[in-house]
């Protein structure tokens, strides 16, 4: 910013100081100009006076003794003046002596006005008039005479005044104005905080411009020590911010805020690959916080407490559209007020879907066959009985199958344990194969293995199963490279409610059955059949 | 001095010189001019020369006394109020006009008294005591 030169001091103190004296100038010279003339014009009737006084003497002996010549020599010698235009003697007896213009160019008398009239008395007798001297006096070369001498007094007033201004100008400019200038300049290059100090004035050094300039430095020493303060504590908090801010960023735990309406006000990059994993990239703005999870009743109640009380944590299944891909969390919510003292949930999600799925693993490694990958006996018991449970609750018929492998053995002999291994997990996946998602497979024993279907209350379909059942494990299995063999199977069959609503029951009942195909020469399915000992037990 | 001092000096050396002061100082006509007398305004007109004619109309011949001499002193002092030296300046100051003349200067008492005498139209001054029935007096000075 440079300073127009119609704004800059010097410029105006100038203009003002100019127009002050201008002003005073004026007026005082308007005054002067007046009283002068005034003094002037009153000078002249003064010296008028003194001319007559010079002269009245005799010009008393003139008019007393009717002296023409000594008249004519007073009047010749009043007339003679400058400021008086003409001059007369008048005697009490008659004479009268007239010198200069007593009428005016136009012809006109005298005005009468502008005569004077001074009284003669005798010599010898003090009471006695004896005729008057009468005066025109130059007015107009007394006027002009009296409007020179005032000119002149005003010129040098003006002149004066003129120069003492100049001068008043000059000397402001030079010892206040020209250095304010230069300060103002300095220190309006001189950047804040900088080590820029500004330099002392020539001649200026104990004067006020001196100890503006020093204190000037000192304010300039303190706004450098307060600035690099500042800036050191700025470079502190921004070193600690982005470590902050790291750790927000970089954390493998989703971080979010969720404000009041349930809406999702802040959030760090993982939350963010959570969020589109769920949602995809669409409106992440409108997004309610509960919308990413399965259970959104359970969130709900979550952020509620939170809100209520204090920290609540809780492992919670994400919202997905494919259910073999469900990811678990582990969710910590904790009451948060920001600046404007408004109520918000934070909100810190772990993935634990690994863990749950170690979990799962665990589980399954228990409740499994580790080579069929079937339910084995024991997890088999606990499922079967749920299975009978809810056949019992929702009141359906049920088929416990009870199948035994025919011709196992001989090929466990020939071929070798990595031969049965495989027949084993090829008749398991062929049994699941034929089967419904919902029916229970279970390897019950060595070769011995355990269905349960709920197919509906036609004992037909149960048939119809067995047989499918049949169909698909004899089928030959190749168990090595241009080696292959078959294996037959005989199944006992019980029926839930028919044949009793004990698991035991059903188990021994098909087992009665098995036994009964097995005599008859195998690879055959038989549903029990009670006998009256059967009945009877 | 101061003028006071300088009053009394003068005074002194009057008395010591010139006789009684404050002697009469008689005014007089030759005994044939019929002028019986004169105001002290007519007497003032006919001595500064403002009025040159008796009241028949004849020329005044005025007779005046030694510059130096008390008694012209004293006579015009009572007359206009004025000294010697004022007197002879005004007459000096009308010479040049050539219309006015100052009175024709005698001696002494006698001789203003012997012109009186002999001339039917002067008109002078003495001191009383010199005064003798040959003239007429027309007016006392003091």
Not at chain 1, 288 to 301: A, N
Not at chain 1, 385 to 402: F, N, T
Not at chain 1, 412 to 421: C, I, K, P, Q
Not at chain 1, 487 to 511: C, R
């Amino acid at each position: 910013m440079s300073i127009k030169f119609h704004h800059s001091l010097s410029l105006r103190t100038g203009v003002f100081i100019l127009i002050g004296a201008a002003l005073q100038t004026l007026l005082l010279s308007f005054y002067f100009y007046k009283q002068i003339y005034n003094e002037q014009l009153s000078q002249a009737d003064h010296q008028i006076d003194q001319l007559v006084s010079t002269i009245e003497s005799s010009a008393a002996v003139a008019a007393y003794l009717d002296n023409q010549e000594l008249a004519k020599e007073v009047v010749r010698g009043l007339a003679s003046n400058d400021i008086v235009l003409a001059s007369s003697l008048r005697s009490t007896s008659g004479m009268r002596i007239d010198i200069g213009d007593w009428v005016n160019a136009d012809g006109s008398p005298t005005d009468e006005s502008k005569v004077r009239h001074f009284k003669l008395v005798s010599p010898f007798m003090p009471d006695e008039s004896t005729g008057e001297i009468l005066l025109r006096p130059n007015n107009e070369d007394i006027e002009d005479r009296a409007n020179t001498v005032a000119r002149v007094y005003v010129l040098t007033l003006v002149a004066h005044s003129l120069g003492l201004t100049l001068l008043v100008i000059l000397l402001i400019n030079g010892m206040l104005t020209r250095p304010l200038k230069k300060l103002a300049e300095l220190l309006h290059s001189t950047s804040p905080g900088s080590s820029d100090r500004l330099p002392m004035l020539r001649g200026h050094r104990s004067d006020e411009v001196g100890q503006l300039i020093s204190d000037t430095n000192e304010l300039l020493d303190s706004v450098q020590i307060t600035l690099e303060e500042e800036r050191r504590l700025r470079l502190y908090v921004e070193s600690v911010e982005k470590r902050f801010r790291l750790i927000f960023e970089e954390a493998s735990c989703g971080i979010a805020l969720v404000d009041d309406s349930g809406r999702i006000t802040l959030s760090n990059p993982s939350f963010d690959a959570i969020m589109s994993s769920i949602v995809g990239d669409e409106s992440k703005d409108t997004l309610k916080f509960v919308d990413l999870f399965e259970d959104v009743h359970l969130v709900g109640e979550l952020l509620k407490g939170a809100r209520d009380s204090s920290a609540l944590s809780q492992d919670l299944q994400l919202a997905s559209p494919q259910r073999n891909s469900r990811r678990w969390l582990h969710a910590l919510f904790s009451p948060v007020r920001d600046e404007q003292d408004e109520l918000l949930i934070e909100c810190i999600l772990y993935d634990i879907s690994e863990r749950a799925r170690r979990e799962q693993r665990i589980r399954q490694e228990a409740e499994r066959d580790s080579l069929t990958q079937l339910y084995n006996r024991r997890a088999g018991e606990r499922l079967l009985e749920d299975a009978l449970q809810k056949a019992h609750d929702e009141d359906q018929m049920c088929a416990l199958m009870l199948i035994d492998l025919d011709r196992f053995k001989p090929i466990n002999d020939t071929y070798g344990h990595e031969a049965g291994d495989k027949v084993l997990v090829s008749i398991a996946e062929r049994m699941k194969e034929a089967l419904r998602d919902g029916d229970l497979v279970i390897r019950w024993g060595g070769d011995e293995f355990l269905v349960f279907v709920c197919p509906g209350t036609q004992i037909a379909s149960v048939s119809v199963i067995a047989q499918k059942l049949l169909d698909y494990i004899t089928k030959p299995i190749e168990f090595a490279a241009g080696c292959e063999d078959y294996v037959g199977a005989s199944i006992g069959i019980s029926l839930y409610p028919q044949h009793g609503d004990q698991l035991s029951d059903l188990i021994n009942q098909a087992d009665k059955a098995m036994y009964k195909v097995k005599q008859r020469g195998r690879n055959h399915f038989q549903i029990f059949e009670p006998t009256d000992h059967d009945i009877g037990e | 001095m101061n003028k006071l001092q300088i009053h009394l000096m003068i005074m002194l050396l009057g008395m010591m010189l010139g006789g009684p002061v404050g002697a009469d100082i008689v005014v007089v006509v030759n005994e044939k001019n019929p002028v019986t007398g004169f105001s002290h305004r007519e007497l003032v007109d006919l001595y500064m020369g403002r009025n040159l004619h008796f009241p028949d109309g004849s020329l005044v011949y005025r007779l005046d006394q030694e510059p130096d001499s008390v008694i012209r002193k004293d006579f015009y002092r009572s007359l206009v109020n004025k000294s010697i030296g004022q007197v002879s300046a005004y007459w000096a100051k009308l010479l040049f006009t050539g219309r006015a003349m100052p009175p024709q200067v005698l001696n002494d008492n006698n001789s203003v008294l012997s012109a009186v005498r002999n001339n039917k139209n002067a008109i002078g001054y003495i001191e009383s005591i010199n005064l003798d029935n040959s003239v007429k007096v027309v007016a006392r000075v003091n």
